[in-house]
């Protein structure tokens, strides 16, 4: 039987945290088997407030905390945890639409695929920056030269998987750089994941946006020096 996980990596976001989970909590019974919540570290009120909001819901919600690392590592904690089929890994930022669950979800019950991401449309009404939208479209189209796949929009946040393929993932990325380590793991085990297009809200930096130039810089350096220098061992 499949059954669906979402891990929610969760640093300092008592701003979205309430919304979120009523979110989550609104979705048709039985999509969502367990939410893994990953405390990485949160120094304001989001874990008090997260308490609150689960209580109020009939989710198998799950609290792990641990000291900050950045998302790949809140999402090796978050995993370990998890004992459905798969894992969807969600941003607890509300910039990717909850009801978007769904539409991944539904591409492997129907058989499609055991793999799924979104893809966001960076138009004038769903874009941080013009910059920030072209980074993307850089990282997207250098993983495409560098490893001959198309990934539309390798750094969307939206990554359904297998809970076993996600568990045996090396975590040798850090931070940001599980969206690029996720697509590699794949591709050395030739897999090819299927892609369906999410509503994108940006938020602002006053609202909490995190990714920067230096973590995009540090994305592009790993993919290069992986696929060029072979640093790692075979996955």
Not at 67 to 76: D, E, L, R, T, V
Not at 119 to 125: D, P
Not at 209 to 230: C, E, N, P, Q, W
């Amino acid at each position: 039987m499949k059954t669906l996980a979402v891990i929610i990596p969760i640093y300092n976001e008592a701003r979205s945290i309430p919304k979120l989970v009523q979110e989550i909590s609104e979705l048709p019974v039985g999509v969502v088997s367990e939410v893994i919540f990953v405390n990485d570290g949160s120094t304001d009120d989001t874990v008090k407030l997260l308490e609150e909001a689960v209580s109020k819901t009939h989710l198998n919600f799950k609290i792990v905390s641990k000291k900050n690392g950045g998302k790949a590592s809140a999402i090796q904690a978050g995993v370990k945890e998890v004992h459905s089929s798969h894992s969807l890994i969600l941003d607890a930022d509300l910039e990717l639409a909850t009801t978007d669950i769904l539409r991944l979800w539904d591409v492997v019950l129907a058989g499609k695929s055991e793999t799924v991401f979104g893809y966001r449309s960076f138009l004038a009404q769903s874009s941080f920056t013009y910059r920030y939208a072209k980074g993307n479209h850089v990282i997207s189209n250098l993983y495409g030269l560098l490893f001959n796949a198309v990934i539309t929009d390798i750094m969307c946040g939206y990554k359904l998987v297998p809970t076993p393929m996600l568990q045996s993932l090396p975590f040798k990325f850090k931070k940001y750089a599980i969206e690029i380590e996720i697509p590699i793991h794949l591709w050395e085990n030739k897999i090819r994941p299927y892609e369906v297009q999410v509503e994108y809200f940006p938020r602002s930096r006053a609202e909490g946006k995190g990714i920067t130039v230096h973590d995009a810089v540090s994305i592009i350096t790993s993919m290069i020096f992986y696929r060029l220098f072979k640093f790692h061992k075979k996955w």
